[in-house]
């Protein structure tokens, strides 16, 4: 059973690695990094305590924020899924995500 | 319905007469005096069922409870000066010199110029408005010495004015131009046009203007319609807490259906359906204006005072006492203003008390006597039976005309006296009764000399006896207080001095008992004997001996405090909110590093993945765009610092608008070029 994790683990790296496009990772590596922020944040908050709360709020709540319009942006870039974005030409898409996320942070 | 209508001179209040007391039957009842609870609008003599319905009544009236009023307002001399000033103003129209000159009629007063007033008064007359001839017309039949001759076709305007089509004021004033200037009128055309607008106008004045020219139409014409108005009309007053009876159109309104009913009463010969009570009412309404606001406001209280004053039925008489009511041996008259309600003195009227009960024993120290004219007052010596000190009620009836209304009051009269202290002992009780009490006298007002000790062996005791000075009786006092005033700390107790059933006052100090009112302070205590009541002339404050009181020695306190209340207290300290732990600062700085070094990570991942900007177009939306892009997030960076989110707002419509339409070129061409 561990093996098989490991095996599909990495399989799956390998596809990964091969079957995306470049730019599709560059997105990938800043959603991780938006994900391993927040992720801190809230061990931090766990550890420590709440104080000041406002700031833990803003803080995570800023990283979730951004981790989902990322993943909308991935979506929207994604040419296998062309199909369903008919109108909506990938710069558009990065157009939309540099937008919402001036209003999330305002 | 209990009153007690504001203080008359000393604070006395009025009260109504209870009703329980009996009306005297055959006061009510005997013939030839003028019936008031019989059927209305008949005033003829009485046959025997007539006189057994009289009792009834009467006794109707006791199970009912109707009480009587006293009258609250009226107009006082002051405020007959103030009316008067009110007309006495300089005439600006014709009306105002209506109200002015009738106005002042009615008072019984004179314009100051007539003759001036006279030319005013036909220099401005209009003889094409019979308003204006009305005003001319009745201006001129109150002024001496004015005549007017009137043309013909004046007099057919008026004439024509007298018919259905004319509204009841265009009528009233017709008639009552025609009138007074002394021609002739049709009375039952007047009557019929009156009738039918009547039915048509039903608001108050309009019947309030037809009963006024009613009563300048012939007798011989059936008024009977228009008289039963007035009975229509007081069942529209409205009642307010059984004191005051106006109409809701105001006061103005309410004087001149008094004036009017009153003319037309005396014009026909009928008692007006009104009853005692709300004559009364209606009086108290009428006066309560003491300011005038309006010319026409002032000319109808003139005319309602005229009118209650001087006509053929009922007259209200106000009764009121000359100063405070009461009597003493300086001052043994009781002085009574009985007049009319234009404060005019009626001197021809004979006041008889009664009877004057005291008080608290409800004996009749007095009864049926008459008080004597002196002047334009009626006095009675009340001293002359020796009354008691106290407060009596005095059952007042002013009699001599039919027509008298409201002529039975009762009255709260005070009788001061004197009051002497005899008999006054000190001494000092031993405890132990072993040894016999040392007594020493001392007279009012001098001070015992020689001070007197109380302490834990002896008591110290005070007895006197109050005398009223002029009769010799023993008098009980509302205020007998004994005052012991500490000389050095300023304190002061006071204790009340009782009665025994000799009527001798005693007062022992005993110290045991009395520690904590002294709080237990020892000293020379200064005594003070305080007698007052109301109906005193010489409250007495006697300082009658020093008291010297020793308390037991172990319940001393160590200070004596005066308990002074205004001294500052304690301050209270704030307690400011705890601030929440905090983490140590080292914490905080590894945590920060920590969170930074995911960033490093993403910069490693992408030059990995091969990430570049080798696509740079340096076209120049391109440039725009990125540069747009951060100044957006520099002013992110000033928005976290300085600004507010408003501001920011503005900027960022401002940069955002600019980096949208880069951003849009640029893209636009990547999406060309791709």
């Given at each position: 059973?561990?093996?098989?994790?490991?095996?599909?683990?990495?399989?799956?790296?390998?596809?990964?690695?091969?079957?995306?496009?470049?730019?599709?990772?560059?997105?990938?590596?800043?959603?991780?990094?938006?994900?391993?922020?927040?992720?801190?944040?809230?061990?931090?908050?766990?550890?420590?305590?709440?104080?000041?709360?406002?700031?833990?709020?803003?803080?995570?709540?800023?990283?979730?924020?951004?981790?989902?319009?990322?993943?909308?942006?991935?979506?929207?870039?994604?040419?296998?899924?062309?199909?369903?974005?008919?109108?909506?030409?990938?710069?558009?898409?990065?157009?939309?995500?540099?937008?919402?996320?001036?209003?999330?942070?305002? | 319905?209990?009153?007690?209508?504001?203080?008359?001179?000393?604070?006395?209040?009025?009260?109504?007469?209870?009703?329980?007391?009996?009306?005297?039957?055959?006061?009510?009842?005997?013939?030839?005096?003028?019936?008031?609870?019989?059927?209305?609008?008949?005033?003829?003599?009485?046959?025997?069922?007539?006189?057994?319905?009289?009792?009834?009544?009467?006794?109707?009236?006791?199970?009912?409870?109707?009480?009587?009023?006293?009258?609250?307002?009226?107009?006082?001399?002051?405020?007959?000066?103030?009316?008067?000033?009110?007309?006495?103003?300089?005439?600006?129209?014709?009306?105002?010199?209506?109200?002015?000159?009738?106005?002042?009629?009615?008072?019984?007063?004179?314009?100051?110029?007539?003759?001036?007033?006279?030319?005013?008064?036909?220099?401005?007359?209009?003889?094409?408005?019979?308003?204006?001839?009305?005003?001319?017309?009745?201006?001129?039949?109150?002024?001496?010495?004015?005549?007017?001759?009137?043309?013909?076709?004046?007099?057919?305007?008026?004439?024509?004015?007298?018919?259905?089509?004319?509204?009841?004021?265009?009528?009233?004033?017709?008639?009552?131009?025609?009138?007074?200037?002394?021609?002739?009128?049709?009375?039952?055309?007047?009557?019929?046009?009156?009738?039918?607008?009547?039915?048509?106008?039903?608001?108050?004045?309009?019947?309030?203007?037809?009963?006024?020219?009613?009563s300048?139409?012939?007798?011989?014409?059936?008024?009977?319609?228009?008289?039963?108005?007035?009975?229509?009309?007081?069942?529209?007053?409205?009642?307010?807490?059984?004191?005051?009876?106006?109409?809701?159109?105001?006061?103005?309104?309410?004087?001149?259906?008094?004036?009017?009913a009153y003319k037309l009463s005396d014009h026909v010969g009928t008692e007006p359906?009104?009853?005692?009570?709300?004559?009364?009412?209606?009086?108290?309404?009428?006066?309560?204006?003491?300011?005038?606001?309006?010319?026409?406001?002032?000319?109808?209280?003139?005319?309602?005072?005229?009118s209650?004053?001087h006509n053929r039925y009922?007259?209200?008489?106000?009764?009121?006492?000359?100063?405070?009511?009461?009597?003493?041996?300086?001052?043994?008259?009781?002085?009574?203003?009985?007049?009319?309600?234009?404060?005019?003195?009626?001197?021809?009227?004979?006041?008889?008390?009664?009877?004057?009960?005291?008080?608290?024993?409800?004996?009749?120290?007095?009864?049926?006597?008459?008080?004597?004219?002196?002047?334009?007052?009626?006095?009675?010596?009340?001293?002359?039976?020796?009354?008691?000190?106290?407060?009596?009620?005095?059952?007042?009836?002013?009699?001599?005309?039919?027509?008298?209304?409201?002529?039975?009051?009762?009255?709260?009269?005070?009788?001061?006296?004197?009051?002497?202290?005899?008999?006054?002992?000190?001494?000092?009780?031993?405890?132990?009764?072993?040894?016999?009490?040392?007594?020493?006298?001392?007279?009012?007002?001098?001070?015992?000399?020689?001070?007197?000790?109380?302490?834990?062996?002896?008591?110290?005791?005070?007895?006197?006896?109050?005398?009223?000075?002029?009769?010799?009786?023993?008098?009980?006092?509302?205020?007998?207080?004994?005052?012991?005033?500490?000389?050095?700390?300023?304190?002061?107790?006071?204790?009340?001095?009782?009665?025994?059933?000799?009527?001798?006052?005693?007062?022992?100090?005993?110290?045991?008992?009395?520690?904590?009112?002294?709080?237990?302070?020892?000293?020379?205590?200064?005594?003070?004997?305080?007698?007052?009541?109301?109906?005193?002339?010489?409250?007495?404050?006697?300082?009658?001996?020093?008291?010297?009181?020793?308390?037991?020695?172990?319940?001393?306190?160590?200070?004596?405090?005066?308990?002074?209340?205004?001294?500052?207290?304690?301050?209270?300290?704030?307690?400011?909110?705890?601030?929440?732990?905090?983490?140590?600062?080292?914490?905080?700085?590894?945590?920060?590093?920590?969170?930074?070094?995911?960033?490093?990570?993403?910069?490693?991942?992408?030059?990995?993945?091969?990430?570049?900007?080798?696509?740079?177009?340096?076209?120049?939306?391109?440039?725009?765009?990125?540069?747009?892009?951060?100044?957006?997030?520099?002013?992110?960076?000033?928005?976290?610092?300085?600004?507010?989110?408003?501001?920011?707002?503005?900027?960022?419509?401002?940069?955002?608008?600019?980096?949208?339409?880069?951003?849009?070129?640029?893209?636009?061409?990547?999406?060309?070029?791709?």
């Open positions: 059973a561990a093996g098989s994790v490991g095996s599909v683990v990495r399989r799956f790296l390998a596809e990964y690695g091969s079957g995306t496009s470049s730019r599709l990772k560059v997105l990938d590596a800043y959603l991780l990094y938006v994900m391993l922020t927040g992720a801190l944040q809230f061990g931090y908050c766990l550890g420590v305590g709440t104080f000041p709360f406002n700031s833990f709020l803003s803080g995570f709540i800023s990283a979730v924020g951004s981790f989902i319009l990322g993943v909308c942006l991935r979506i929207q870039i994604n040419p296998q899924n062309k199909g369903e974005f008919q109108g909506i030409s990938p710069e558009r898409a990065f157009a939309d995500f540099l937008f919402a996320n001036t209003i999330l942070h305002l | 319905m209990s009153s007690s209508f504001g203080a008359r001179g000393a604070g006395v209040p009025w009260r109504t007469t209870p009703s329980l007391r009996p009306p005297p039957v055959t006061r009510w009842c005997a013939p030839g005096r003028k019936r008031r609870r019989g059927p209305a609008g008949s005033g003829n003599k009485m046959a025997a069922p007539g006189r057994r319905l009289c009792l009834v009544a009467a006794l109707l009236l006791l199970l009912v409870g109707a009480q009587a009023l006293a009258p609250s307002h009226h107009l006082t001399a002051r405020d007959l000066a103030r009316l008067r000033a009110a007309l006495e103003r300089p005439f600006t129209d014709l009306q105002a010199a209506y109200y002015s000159i009738v106005g002042l009629h009615s008072l019984g007063l004179r314009v100051a110029d007539e003759k001036a007033a006279c030319n005013f008064v036909k220099s401005h007359v209009d003889s094409s408005s019979v308003d204006s001839l009305f005003y001319a017309a009745q201006s001129i039949r109150v002024l001496s010495g004015c005549e007017v001759t009137i043309s013909n076709e004046t007099r057919e305007l008026l004439l024509a004015a007298v018919s259905e089509d004319s509204s009841i004021t265009q009528i009233f004033h017709a008639v009552g131009a025609l009138s007074s200037f002394g021609l002739p009128l049709a009375s039952q055309e007047a009557l019929s046009a009156l009738t039918a607008r009547l039915s048509k106008e039903e608001n108050v004045l309009a019947t309030i203007q037809a009963l006024e020219t009613a300048y139409l012939s007798q011989q014409a059936d008024l009977s319609g228009i008289v039963e108005e007035i009975e229509d009309l007081v069942a529209r007053l409205d009642d307010l807490g059984g004191v005051y009876l106006q109409f809701e159109e105001g006061i103005e309104t309410t004087a001149l259906f008094a004036a009017a359906a009104m009853k005692e009570e709300q004559i009364i009412q209606l009086m108290n309404a009428i006066f309560s204006k003491k300011n005038f606001e309006t010319l026409s406001e002032a000319f109808s209280v003139a005319c309602a005072a005229g209650l004053s009922h007259l209200p008489v106000v009764i009121v006492p000359d100063g405070p009511a009461a009597v003493s041996h300086h001052q043994p008259v009781l002085r009574l203003q009985v007049t009319n309600v234009m404060s005019k003195p009626l001197t021809q009227a004979s006041v008889k008390l009664d009877y004057a009960k005291s008080a608290s024993t409800k004996a009749t120290v007095l009864q049926q006597t008459a008080f004597t004219l002196s002047g334009e007052v009626f006095e009675l010596n009340f001293m002359n039976v020796k009354p008691a000190s106290g407060y009596y009620d005095f059952s007042i009836s002013v009699d001599g005309d039919n027509r008298f209304i409201a002529n039975r009051v009762e009255l709260k009269v005070k009788v001061s006296t004197e009051v002497g202290i005899t008999n006054v002992d000190l001494s000092t009780v031993d405890k132990d009764q072993s040894i016999a009490p040392k007594t020493t006298r001392v007279a009012y007002p001098a001070k015992a000399k020689g001070s007197f000790t109380a302490d834990s062996h002896q008591n110290f005791a005070l007895s006197f006896q109050l005398i009223d000075v002029n009769s010799g009786a023993d008098l009980i006092p509302h205020q007998t207080f004994v005052r012991l005033h500490n000389q050095k700390t300023g304190q002061e107790v006071v204790f009340v001095a009782e009665p025994d059933s000799k009527n001798v006052y005693k007062f022992e100090l005993d110290t045991s008992e009395r520690k904590t009112e002294f709080d237990s302070a020892s000293g020379t205590y200064t005594l003070y004997l305080i007698i007052g009541d109301a109906t005193l002339e010489n409250p007495i404050l006697w300082n009658v001996a020093d008291v010297v009181i020793k308390f037991p020695e172990e319940d001393v306190p160590s200070t004596v405090q005066s308990k002074n209340l205004f001294v500052p207290k304690p301050e209270i300290k704030h307690l400011f909110r705890e601030p929440e732990k905090r983490p140590p600062t080292v914490v905080s700085n590894t945590f920060t590093a920590l969170i930074l070094s995911p960033l490093l990570l993403l910069l490693i991942l992408w030059i990995k993945i091969g990430a570049n900007i080798s696509n740079f177009s340096f076209a120049p939306s391109t440039i725009v765009f990125h540069m747009g892009h951060a100044a957006m997030l520099g002013l992110m960076y000033v928005y976290w610092t300085q600004l507010n989110m408003f501001q920011t707002l503005k900027y960022l419509a401002i940069l955002g608008g600019v980096t949208f339409l880069a951003g849009n070129r640029m893209l636009a061409q990547k999406a060309v070029k791709r």
